[in-house]
């Protein structure tokens, strides 16, 4: 048995999301040009945040054995 597969090739056009003023420019770098204060304290936040779950683990996988 045959499996026929037919792919379509899109593109896509984001620029009927774009705010009047902006024409051209892309609708990703506009929603992350604006907000990079915020992206900034996320991504600050996410690594202490993974820092600190990663110590927590360590600390788990190497004590566990000494407890036992």
């Known amino acids: 048995m045959e499996n026929n597969v037919e792919l ?7 620029t009927g ?3 009047p003023g ?10 992350t040009q ?7 304290i996320y991504t600050k936040k996410t690594h202490i945040i993974g ?3 990663s110590i927590i683990t360590l ?8 407890l036992i």
């Not at 379509?8 to 984001?14: F, M, R």
């Not at 600390?59 to 000494?66: D, K, Q, S």
């Open 8 to 14: 379509n090739n899109t593109e896509l056009d984001n």
């Open 17 to 19: 999301v774009n705010t």
């Open 22 to 31: 902006t024409v051209g420019v892309d609708a990703n770098t506009q929603q």
């Open 34 to 40: 604006g907000d990079k204060s915020a992206w900034d």
């Open 51 to 53: 820092r600190t779950v």
């Open 59 to 66: 600390v788990m996988l190497v004590g566990a054995p000494f």
